[in-house]
């Protein structure tokens, strides 16, 4: 299979994403039914709906409203593509490549979801666990160390939530983080979930400091799920050999 076809699937099945995770906020069905444009609600013909493409050639614009379309669909399609081939390139292994781009779209839907409305749903968080189940058992990696795992990933962000709550007065982590923490860290051997824990928080970071620049909002709510979905990502794939530059940087 061409890298190409690969790149290709994975922008389609972006584009499919955006719809998914947008109708479930709307309470839509994804099934059946023309896209609209969200800000005049005129149905999109299939030219005009072509991923990534149609973005480019209409300048990010309706058709029909001119209105600026938001970025999140030609970014999400684009994600998707370069995650699809990343796991493609990671796993030679049909099956296991198949429960990892799963797993990738999966966290893609909760981030989204959690990005535009702070919610995570608990039908998406069974589908994960059932998928992570899976490639764990096809991994032959389906032992007592994933309760390792699923203790400290899941366990840190708890204890983020008490010390939040407590400094804060307020929900500082969501029961959702808490889940998918449980749900992300039964593959990652305990190197790897600090790896996440590090780039999850490095890249909110820079989110919570443009929100400081552009709206002044000492309080405002950062969506959490895709920094840790990220993460996951980056440590799932690149974990080993990213711990080896890092030795190699520390200590010659």
Not at 45 to 59: A, E, G, M, R, T
Not at 101 to 119: C, E, F, Q, T
Not at 133 to 154: K, T, V
């Amino acid at each position: 299979m061409s890298y190409f076809v690969v790149f290709s699937f994975g922008i389609i099945i972006g584009s499919f994403l955006n719809v998914v995770a947008v109708r479930r906020i709307n309470e839509e069905s994804f099934i059946g039914g023309r896209s609209k444009c969200p800000n005049c609600s005129q149905k999109i013909s299939w030219y005009d709906n072509v991923p990534l493409l149609s973005f480019i050639f209409l300048k990010g614009h309706c058709r029909h409203c001119n209105q600026q379309l938001s970025l999140q669909y030609p970014f999400i399609e684009l994600f998707c593509a370069i995650m699809t081939i990343a796991l493609y390139d990671h796993q030679p292994n049909l099956a296991l490549f198949v429960c990892l781009v799963i797993i990738g779209y999966l966290l893609i839907i909760v981030s989204l979801i959690d990005w535009l409305s702070k919610n995570i749903y608990f039908d998406h968080l069974a589908l994960l666990l059932a998928a992570m189940m899976l490639f764990l058992i096809l991994s032959n990696r389906l032992s007592m160390s994933i309760l390792f795992g699923a203790a400290i990933f899941g366990g840190f962000f708890l204890f983020l939530r008490i010390i939040g709550s407590y400094i804060y007065k307020r929900e500082a982590v969501g029961v959702g983080d808490i889940q998918l923490g449980i749900i992300l860290g039964m593959p990652l051997v305990w190197q790897d979930i600090v790896l996440t824990l590090y780039i999850t928080f490095i890249s909110a970071s820079f989110v919570g400091l443009y929100h400081l620049y552009q709206k002044q909002q000492k309080n405002a709510e950062i969506a959490l799920i895709p920094f840790i979905s990220l993460g996951f990502l980056v440590a799932l794939l690149y974990g080993p050999e990213i711990r080896s530059i890092l030795s190699l940087w520390y200590f010659g």
